[in-house]
């Protein structure tokens, strides 16, 4: 608790619990209606914006929604059509996005201290600007699926079911993709544009192995997410690493507990089976 | 076309549907009497799961006029759909999605509520009734993903009149089970229809497996109605033949029969 008195960390405090939420929950939307591909690409534009932004002395943070909002208008419809493969257009988008990236990296000009802050992130280092942005943007999502969890509950399991009943479908999709690119955009100097992908896709997948209820993975995802970002803060700040990088660490191993300790399928599980069985 | 609509439950009049180049339906028109159970049925890419789509509103309708419950699709398709049951084809869902039986037989109650509404006492006893009457009441608080197809497949049902539809539209809802599941889903349909007195249009398949209530069958070839008769009918070799553009056999076995390709031969 000494470590709060501290402003720098006392905002990377609440960053940490920020990021957890908006990161966990988008991750649970995308990853159960089985387009966590699009975070990948909306990731990487978000960083390859925002490195445009330093190079061009454009405030990073708008060129980051910039980019996210072009990729997402391009992979949402294309990911939306049934005759189209996405794999496609991400793959492609993701390459583009990434060259992009290095190619503003390699034209800015004297230290590229800042821009290879907005890589591996620095949760330390963020303002209270930026501690406002995170927490709009968690409180959207949080609004979004308290105001909509049944409907939300027809699309992810089945999109033509959800449209037969009356439920606006596109809207419940299109919001989910645009939720996606801004909670990326406004957690990327913090986690990082090139690690944000796993603080969305981990929690979401660890607690898919530990709990069968839809709300209960969303409350799971939740304290993997926030229970990630701190102790990864804490870890990094003992051993002075790097933030984002400490949290992915963190959030890996839980994805790996929860794989050998799930009660659906869990390693353990399996040997428990296999030593009845005999 | 000039049918005597005062018991229709769907009218398609001169219905095209086209997805892009394809032209999916070609001038359908069809009229299916309230109470009745219709099998639609014909050779793969017929445009029998489009012709289910265009009763809902689900695929863009170029020309023609559909009506439903009474109501024209293009002024009323809330109403339309809030009546109306749908089960897709089984797309093969994910075993990890975080639903329970309860989630799934929930949705059909979503037709009848506002977007912020909570579910009452008497939305659950319907969910609970519709359980009962398919016969999964003991597997609500299962996981939705674990459940083998068959039992799937009764969620499916019991999700729809969890709804208190007036028509039920099943696409190919026999579509890879094994023999006792599709047996069992036959006779379910039959006592919901008995049971609940409703209009039901399923498509199919397999000309043999058809439930015994069934009173009418539509054969569907290139995106065109070329039969709407009864089963005494529709069944028949020289009709069936040219159905699916090879020698089919007839064998008349009890009120349902068994229906063999000869092949070409």
């Known amino acids: 608790m000494q470590l709060l008195e501290y402003s720098f960390l006392r905002y990377a405090f609440w960053g940490s619990i920020l990021a957890g939420i908006g990161c966990s929950l988008v991750g649970v939307l995308v990853v159960t209606l089985q387009i966590p591909f699009l975070g990948v690409a909306i990731s990487h534009a978000a960083f390859a914006g925002a490195i445009c932004g330093i190079v061009l002395g454009i405030n990073p943070l708008w060129m980051a929604y910039l980019f996210c909002a072009i990729v997402t208008f391009i992979i949402g419809p294309l990911a939306d059509k049934a005759n189209f493969r996405p794999e496609i257009s991400v793959g492609i988008l993701f390459s583009l996005m990434l060259g992009l990236a290095f190619l503003f990296l390699a034209n800015i000009p004297g230290a590229k201290t800042e821009a290879l802050s907005l890589m591996w992130g620095s949760i330390l280092t963020i303002n209270r600007t930026q501690l406002l942005i995170m927490a709009i943007t968690s409180l959207l999502v949080l609004l979004f699926l308290v105001f909509l969890f049944k409907q939300i509950k027809v699309v992810l399991f089945n999109r033509q079911v959800a449209n037969s009943l009356g439920i606006p479908e596109r809207f419940i999709y299109?919001?989910?993709i645009i939720l996606c690119s801004l909670v990326i955009t406004a957690n990327m100097s913090s986690i990082g544009g090139l690690l944000i992908f796993s603080l969305l896709i981990n929690p979401a997948a660890s607690a898919l192995q530990l709990c069968y209820t839809f709300s209960r993975v969303c409350i799971v995802a939740v304290v993997i997410g926030v229970g990630s970002c701190l102790l990864g803060l804490l870890l990094s700040y003992h051993w002075n690493l790097p933030t984002g990088a400490m949290i992915i660490l963190v959030s890996s191993i839980i994805f790996m507990l929860s794989l050998i300790f799930s009660p659906k399928k869990g390693f353990l599980k399996k040997i428990f089976l296999l030593k009845e069985s005999i | 076309m000039n049918y005597s609509t005062s018991e229709a439950v769907i009218v398609l009049d001169s219905v095209n549907v086209e997805y892009g180049y394809?032209?999916?339906?070609?001038?359908?028109?069809?009229?299916?009497?309230?109470?009745?159970?219709?099998?639609?049925?014909?050779?793969?890419?017929?445009?029998?799961?489009?012709?289910?789509?265009?009763?809902?509103?689900?695929?863009?309708i170029r020309t023609g006029l559909v009506k439903v419950l009474g109501r024209d699709l293009r002024d009323s398709p809330k109403f339309i759909r809030k009546h109306t049951?749908?089960?897709?084809?089984?797309?093969?869902?994910?075993?990890?999605?975080?639903l329970l039986v309860w989630d799934v037989i929930s949705f059909g109650r979503l037709a009848h509520s506002s977007l912020f509404h909570n579910f009452s006492k008497k939305d659950k006893e319907t969910i609970e009734e519709a359980a009962e009457l398919v016969g999964i009441r003991h597997l609500l608080n299962r996981p939705f993903g674990y459940l083998s197809a068959g039992e799937q497949r009764k969620v499916a049902l019991a999700r729809v009149l969890a709804q208190q539809p007036k028509l039920l539209l099943l696409d190919e809802p026999l579509a890879n089970l094994d023999l006792p599941a599709q047996a069992m889903l036959l006779e379910l349909i039959d006592k919901i229809k008995?049971?609940?007195?409703?209009?039901?249009?399923?498509?199919?398949?397999?000309l043999t497996l058809l439930p015994k209530s069934c009173n009418q069958i539509v054969l569907m070839k290139k995106g065109r109605v070329i039969l709407s008769a009864s089963k005494e009918v529709a069944l028949r070799e020289d009709v069936l033949s040219n159905l699916y553009d090879c020698p089919v056999k007839v064998v008349p076995y009890k009120q349902r029969g068994a229906i063999f390709v000869e092949g070409k031969s």
């Open chain 1, 174 to 176: 299109y919001t989910i």
């Open chain 2, 85 to 98: 049951g749908y089960v897709p084809q089984n797309v093969g869902i994910d075993p990890q999605i975080p």
């Open chain 2, 194 to 206: 008995s049971e609940k007195e409703l209009t039901i249009l399923l498509v199919s398949h397999d």
């Open chain 2, 22 to 60: 394809h032209q999916a339906l070609h001038q359908v028109s069809l009229c299916v009497l309230a109470n009745s159970c219709v099998t639609i049925a014909g050779p793969n890419g017929a445009g029998k799961t489009t012709l289910l789509a265009s009763i809902l509103g689900l695929c863009q």
